[in-house]
């Protein structure tokens, strides 16, 4: 089973800047499409940006323009750098990633990690 592990959550004043990170791990396998979702309390989880296999990159409107996806498939890893944080940004945030795993069968499934608090202060 392949695990996705998020990291660089914190708390920040509003205009700064974090770089959160998801780590896979497991074995075989490779990573297709890989999303950042948040969640603030009492509402729904939310897209933020996806980036494809290919890097093709898409973004919610609220963070268009202040944070960059990006991810490094020799190191299994994805990143969201934020910048200009708004206290709106605050949430937890977590890594979806589309996920190919061969262990004698090829399968295809998704695996979210388990969140990182990201917290703007104004």
């Known amino acids: 089973q392949v695990q996705l592990v998020e990291s660089g959550g914190g708390l920040v004043q509003a205009g700064g800047s974090l770089r959160l990170s998801c780590a896979a791990s497991?074995?075989?396998?490779?990573?297709?499409?890989i999303g950042w979702y948040r969640q603030a309390p009492g509402k729904q989880r939310d897209l933020v940006a996806t980036?494809?296999?290919?890097?093709?990159?898409n973004y919610a409107d609220s963070v268009k323009g202040r944070f960059t996806i990006s991810r490094d498939n020799a190191k299994n890893t994805a990143y969201l750098q934020m910048n200009n944080l708004k206290p709106e940004d605050t949430a937890v945030y977590y890594c979806?990633?589309?996920?190919?795993?061969?262990?004698?069968?090829?399968?295809?499934?998704?695996?979210w990690g388990q969140g990182t608090q990201v917290t703007v202060s104004s």
């Open positions: 980036i494809s296999s290919g890097g093709d990159i």
């Open positions: 979806n990633a589309g996920v190919v795993q061969s262990m004698g069968v090829i399968g295809f499934y998704e695996v």
């Open positions: 497991g074995s075989s396998f490779s990573i297709t499409a």
